[in-house]
């Protein structure tokens, strides 16, 4: 028996200096914690997991949080709750997937990708680098977090629209697909 409780010890040390010496180990699947607790978006109800790369992460001073797929997502939970003061707004580094200051994030607005909830994407990124290479590739501009949001509540009116007309054709599309089926 005493034998089996120092074999035990001995794994556990051995996984625990793996994930405190390695980082990476740890943080490889940091991003698991908040989409376990939050799967969906709030207001969308898109799957987070699905856009890890794209997710936000709002925790108020009161201890409540909201988690959304997206810049967008999220501009509409801050206009919502505007009495409500964040302590921390954190966003999706696009290339790692894990979450950073969003106020610190270096911010693409623009550009060839499509984005999440909106034509004119935005993107957020912990290095510059990344960033910069981003631009390099799929085009768009460089912005600060203030600028990113700004984007987004400007976006928000034509992004809601084509949200809500994307919706009107996959509802056509099913009852279509519904009385095809009904048919046979």
């Known amino acids: 028996?005493?034998?089996?409780?120092?074999?035990?010890?001995?794994?556990?040390?051995?996984?625990?200096?793996?994930v405190v010496f390695n980082p990476g180990v740890g943080a490889a699947s940091g991003h698991e914690h908040d989409i376990?607790?939050?799967k969906s978006c709030q207001y969308c109800g898109m799957d987070r997991e699905k856009f890890a790369h794209s997710r936000m992460l709002i925790e108020?001073?009161?201890g409540t949080s909201v988690a959304t797929c997206?810049?967008?997502c999220a501009a509409v939970d801050l206009a919502n709750n505007i009495d409500k003061t964040p302590k921390s707004i954190?966003?999706?580094?696009?290339?790692?997937?894990?979450?950073?200051?969003?106020?610190?994030?270096?911010?693409?607005?623009?550009?060839?990708k499509q984005?999440?909830?909106?034509?004119?994407?935005?993107?957020?990124f912990a290095?510059?680098?990344r960033a910069e290479a981003f631009v390099k590739e799929n085009g768009g501009k460089l912005a600060s977090f203030d600028e990113a949001?700004?984007?987004?509540?400007?976006?928000?009116?034509?992004?809601t629209k084509m949200i809500r007309d994307k919706r009107k054709q996959m509802k056509m599309k099913k009852e279509e697909q519904k009385g095809n089926d009904m048919k046979h």
């Open 1 to 18: 028996m005493k034998r089996i409780g120092k074999l035990f010890c001995l794994a556990l040390s051995l996984v625990m200096s793996i």
């Open 36 to 38: 376990a607790a939050h």
């Open 60 to 62: 108020f001073e009161d």
């Open 70 to 72: 997206s810049l967008h």
């Open 90 to 112: 954190k966003v999706a580094d696009y290339a790692t997937k894990q979450l950073t200051d969003a106020e610190k994030a270096y911010w693409v607005v623009g550009g060839s």
């Open 115 to 124: 984005g999440v909830m909106t034509r004119n994407a935005k993107w957020a």
């Open 127 to 129: 290095a510059k680098e």
């Open 149 to 159: 949001i700004k984007a987004a509540y400007e976006d928000m009116y034509t992004d």
